[in-house]
């Protein structure tokens, strides 16, 4: 791998010179064992002081509400400080001072250890994303099966604090989060797996590499794959419009009903958390993680990836703000029924483009013709096979009907029309 | 395995594991044990990292934590009105009384054989197990997939009502 | 001191007794389920012990193997849940103990 930066400790491109100075100078005065925890522990301090925390502040707190304030035409936050800028350091002094209640008969070691299993999970994940060409904390060669797998345990600690608040509306929310998240786990792997074939690695610097050397990013290859990703990611984060197990307008607040004070502020902090998490992952394997077709050389590069992990959480904050929520029925039958068939007729498609390739043993420019292609069939599998499943858009009403048009009563469904 | 760090995790993964095990054994109460299970099959998957199988530890993580659990989950959930207190049947002691014979057999043979060992670890990755599935075993694998079909169906089938049977039938 | 194969092994033994007896004292058929996949799980680290540990001219068979077998127990572990729910709406009791009508 080609190493475009300096060894200089003072050169800001690649932060990974100052840590190696300082772990080379730690290991001089203390013994192996020490050093060895050590430097996981300072990586930890150093990406959650740099990256974590302020995005989640300035980001997370402070400009999703800002965001989705100006979407639905009011103000966000503008009262605390100048433009409401002090509003996260206000929310987290408010969260450290109030009680946190347990009710009397509900499982007081699960409610106790859920926010820490909900925590855990979303913190690891920003180990294996590459910052920059030699900054990366964990390189591990199956860093995508690893953020799969790490998202997959959110979920149970969603469970555990639904189950473990002994109320009815808790329980609601906690089956609906499982079966959500694991129903909406497979067209991710799937459309992951369709990345996977393309670049024949599943490491993710290997994947910003494949990215750099063939000049095209994989959004733009494999265009099917990017919204399966983004969907499923979106309904595993639990963010409208698939937020229906902490829905605040229907079953109180779902799995966070009993939790008050810190324990719902560390659910709340790392729901920001883990869609960043899931933001710099879709970067890095989407967008092209810390290369910008040149750029790196003079910007750092884990200034680029912030950026672009802020634009794709910019694209979940967007969603939330415009698509209202869906029920759980319309959740199921739409994972299954249609980004299910739509990601297995993908990975056919991109099967058959990798077999094309291997077998001729085609030049690297094809890929920009594979890409047009995909885009071109992503765009008719999305019309086609909506039309299929009975979706028609010139059969829904240009405005809302009023009572007295439609002759002075609306009549209640029977239950046997097909819509 | 030399060194301070596999040591050390060995010896952490076999604390987590084994007393997680305990703990489905002796809990009192049901969903404590699922989660006691939840936590061995985390504690296994640190086993396979320290034998350099990550694949297999990451695919550990997500079929077991992440779908049998919720399986495991979804039956307590369902059968509201079955014990939940995680009780020994009456013939209890007899089968504890054979796991503990059977542990010190083993334990014994495993202490006395003459195991043959390599010097140096096989290098397996994610990629040389891919081309096992498809080259040498490709008939297990594809066999594996017919029986997950057929276990599919087969469970939908056993868990319909009458009235969704009634709903699909052949008219 | 050096970890070798009987570490994994005898770990792999005691995490297959604990299955056992879960397996075989646990009155809820769910206990009992839990008890089953532990034990598939101690086979799994044994035959990846192996896979690392041991002399053979293709050493990715372990890890095969373990790959069938996590998808068994998948497979294995949604059948039986469906029959105990099958049993459930039947007996409305899933403990073993009370599932007697073929005894004599």
Same mark, same amino acid.
Request: glycine share 8%; with cysteine; proline share 5%.
């Given at each position: 791998?080609?190493?475009?930066?300096?060894?200089?400790?003072?050169?800001?491109?690649?932060?990974?010179?100052?840590?190696?100075?300082?772990?080379?100078?730690?290991?001089?005065?203390?013994?192996?064992?020490?050093?060895?925890?050590?430097?996981?522990?300072?990586?930890?301090?150093?990406?959650?002081?740099?990256?974590?925390?302020?995005?989640?502040?300035?980001?997370?707190?402070?400009?999703?509400?800002?965001?989705?304030?100006?979407?639905?035409?009011?103000?966000?936050?503008?009262?605390?400080?100048?433009?409401?800028?002090?509003?996260?350091?206000?929310?987290?002094?408010?969260?450290?001072?109030?009680?946190?209640?347990?009710?009397?008969?509900?499982?007081?070691?699960?409610?106790?250890?859920?926010?820490?299993? /909900?925590?855990?999970?979303?913190?690891?994940?920003?180990?294996?994303?590459? /910052?920059?060409?030699?900054?990366?904390?964990?390189?591990?060669?199956?860093?995508?099966?690893?953020?799969?797998?790490?998202?997959?345990?959110?979920?149970?600690?969603?469970?555990?604090?639904?189950?473990?608040?002994?109320?009815?509306?808790?329980?609601?929310?906690?089956?609906?989060?499982?079966?959500?998240?694991?129903?909406?786990?497979?067209?991710?792997?799937?459309?992951?797996?369709?990345?996977?074939? /393309?670049?024949?690695?599943?490491?993710?610097?290997?994947?910003?590499?494949?990215?750099?050397?063939?000049?095209?990013?994989?959004?733009?290859?494999?265009?099917?794959?990017?919204?399966?990703?983004?969907?499923?990611?979106?309904?595993?984060?639990?963010?409208?419009?698939?937020?229906?197990?902490?829905?605040?307008?229907?079953?109180?607040?779902?799995?966070?009903?009993?939790?008050?004070?810190?324990?719902?502020?560390?659910?709340?902090?790392?729901?920001?958390?883990?869609?960043?998490?899931?933001?710099?992952?879709?970067?890095?394997?989407?967008?092209?993680?810390?290369?910008?077709?040149?750029?790196?050389?003079?910007?750092?590069?884990?200034?680029?990836?912030?950026?672009?992990?802020?634009?794709?959480?910019?694209?979940?904050?967007?969603?939330?703000?415009?698509?209202?929520?869906?029920?759980?029925?319309?959740?199921?039958?739409?994972?299954?029924?249609?980004?299910?068939?739509?990601?297995?007729?993908?990975?056919?498609?991109?099967?058959?483009?990798?077999?094309?390739?291997?077998?001729?043993?085609?030049?690297?420019?094809?890929?920009?013709?594979?890409?047009?292609?995909?885009?071109?069939?992503?765009?008719?599998?999305?019309?086609?096979?909506?039309? /299929?499943?009975?979706?028609?858009?010139?059969?829904?009403?240009?405005?809302?009907?009023?009572?007295?048009?439609?002759?002075?009563?609306?009549?209640?469904?029977?239950?046997?029309?097909?819509? | 395995?030399?060194?301070?760090?596999?040591?050390?995790?060995?010896?952490?993964?076999?604390?987590?594991?084994?007393?997680?095990?305990?703990?489905?054994?002796?809990?009192?109460?049901?969903?404590?044990?699922?989660?006691?299970?939840?936590?061995?099959?985390?504690?296994?998957?640190?086993?396979?990292?320290?034998?350099?199988?990550?694949?297999?530890?990451?695919?550990?993580?997500?079929?077991?934590?992440?779908?049998?659990?919720?399986?495991?989950?979804?039956?307590?959930?369902?059968?509201?009105?079955?014990?939940?207190?995680?009780?020994?049947?009456?013939?209890?002691?007899?089968?504890?009384?054979?796991?503990?014979?059977?542990?010190?057999?083993?334990?014994?043979?495993?202490?006395?054989?003459?195991?043959?060992?390599?010097?140096?670890?096989?290098?397996?990755?994610?990629?040389?197990?891919?081309?096992?599935?498809?080259?040498?075993?490709?008939?297990?694998?594809?066999?594996?997939?017919?029986?997950?079909?057929?276990?599919?169906?087969?469970?939908?089938?056993?868990?319909?009502?009458?009235?969704?049977?009634?709903?699909?039938?052949?008219? | 001191?050096?970890?070798?194969?009987?570490?994994?092994?005898?770990?792999?033994?005691?995490?297959?007794?604990?299955?056992?007896?879960?397996?075989?004292?646990?009155?809820?058929?769910?206990?009992?389920?839990?008890?089953?996949?532990?034990?598939?799980?101690?086979?799994?680290?044994?035959?990846?012990?192996?896979?690392?540990?041991?002399?053979?001219?293709?050493?990715?068979?372990?890890?095969?193997?373990?790959?069938?077998?996590?998808?068994?127990?998948?497979?294995?572990?949604?059948?039986?849940?469906?029959?105990?729910?099958?049993?459930?709406?039947?007996?409305?009791?899933?403990?073993?103990?009370?599932?007697?009508?073929?005894?004599?």
């Amino acid at each position: 791998m080609s190493s475009l930066v300096t060894s200089n400790w003072y050169d800001i491109r690649d932060l990974s010179n100052i840590s190696r100075d300082i772990l080379e100078g730690l290991a001089n005065v203390l013994p192996h064992g020490v050093v060895y925890v050590l430097a996981p522990v300072l990586g930890f301090i150093a990406t959650f002081i740099l990256v974590v925390l302020p995005s989640q502040l300035i980001v997370g707190v402070y400009g999703e509400r800002k965001i989705i304030g100006r979407v639905q035409s009011r103000f966000g936050p503008n009262r605390v400080g100048p433009f409401g800028l002090v509003q996260p350091i206000a929310d987290s002094i408010k969260l450290m001072q109030k009680e946190a209640l347990t009710p009397k008969y509900a499982d007081r070691a699960i409610m106790w250890l859920a926010p820490i299993i /909900f925590v855990a999970p979303c913190v690891m994940l920003f180990a294996v994303i590459p /910052f920059g060409p030699r900054m990366i904390l964990a390189n591990i060669p199956v860093a995508l099966l690893y953020f799969v797998a790490v998202s997959s345990m959110p979920v149970l600690a969603a469970f555990m604090a639904g189950w473990s608040a002994n109320n009815k509306y808790s329980l609601f929310g906690a089956i609906r989060i499982i079966s959500m998240a694991v129903s909406y786990e497979v067209p991710l792997v799937l459309g992951l797996l369709g990345i996977v074939l /393309f670049t024949q690695t599943l490491s993710l610097q290997d994947m910003v590499e494949w990215q750099r050397h063939y000049h095209i990013w994989l959004i733009a290859a494999e265009p099917v794959a990017f919204v399966l990703y983004f969907i499923g990611v979106g309904v595993e984060l639990n963010r409208t419009p698939t937020d229906i197990a902490e829905a605040e307008s229907e079953i109180v607040a779902g799995y966070l009903t009993e939790y008050s004070g810190m324990k719902w502020g560390l659910f709340y902090g790392m729901d920001i958390g883990y869609a960043l998490a899931a933001a710099a992952f879709g970067s890095t394997v989407f967008l092209g993680g810390w290369s910008m077709f040149g750029l790196d050389h003079w910007v750092p590069p884990w200034m680029i990836i912030i950026g672009k992990t802020h634009l794709f959480y910019f694209l979940f904050i967007w969603t939330r703000g415009t698509l209202p929520r869906l029920r759980i029925d319309q959740l199921m039958s739409f994972a299954w029924k249609f980004m299910l068939p739509v990601a297995l007729f993908n990975l056919l498609v991109i099967a058959t483009e990798r077999m094309i390739w291997v077998q001729n043993d085609l030049a690297d420019g094809i890929v920009y013709v594979f890409a047009a292609v995909n885009i071109v069939l992503a765009l008719a599998a999305l019309v086609f096979w909506s039309r /299929f499943l009975g979706y028609r858009p010139e059969n829904t009403p240009k405005k809302p009907r009023m009572v007295r048009e439609a002759g002075g009563y609306v009549p209640l469904p029977t239950g046997k029309e097909t819509r | 395995m030399e060194g301070f760090g596999p040591t050390f995790g060995f010896y952490a993964m076999s604390a987590l594991t084994l007393v997680s095990a305990g703990g489905v054994m002796l809990s009192r109460n049901l969903l404590h044990a699922v989660l006691f299970l939840i936590v061995t099959f985390i504690g296994v998957a640190g086993f396979y990292i320290l034998l350099s199988a990550e694949f297999i530890a990451l695919a550990q993580i997500i079929i077991y934590v992440g779908a049998i659990s919720v399986l495991v989950l979804f039956a307590v959930l369902l059968t509201p009105r079955a014990g939940r207190d995680n009780g020994e049947t009456k013939m209890a002691l007899p089968g504890i009384f054979l796991a503990v014979c059977l542990a010190a057999v083993l334990a014994f043979v495993i202490n006395d054989t003459n195991w043959a060992t390599v010097a140096t670890s096989p290098e397996l990755t994610a990629s040389s197990l891919g081309e096992a599935l498809l080259d040498a075993w490709a008939l297990p694998f594809e066999m594996a997939s017919v029986l997950l079909t057929a276990a599919l169906v087969g469970a939908i089938m056993l868990v319909r009502t009458p009235e969704e049977e009634a709903e699909d039938a052949l008219r | 001191m050096s970890i070798g194969i009987e570490h994994f092994l005898i770990v792999g033994a005691i995490l297959f007794c604990i299955g056992l007896a879960v397996a075989l004292s646990k009155r809820n058929a769910i206990g009992v389920l839990m008890g089953v996949e532990l034990m598939l799980n101690a086979v799994n680290i044994t035959l990846i012990t192996f896979s690392h540990f041991a002399v053979s001219d293709r050493p990715i068979a372990g890890h095969a193997f373990v790959a069938f077998s996590i998808t068994v127990a998948a497979a294995e572990a949604a059948v039986a849940l469906a029959l105990a729910m099958s049993v459930y709406k039947n007996r409305e009791t899933v403990d073993v103990d009370r599932i007697n009508l073929l005894k004599s």
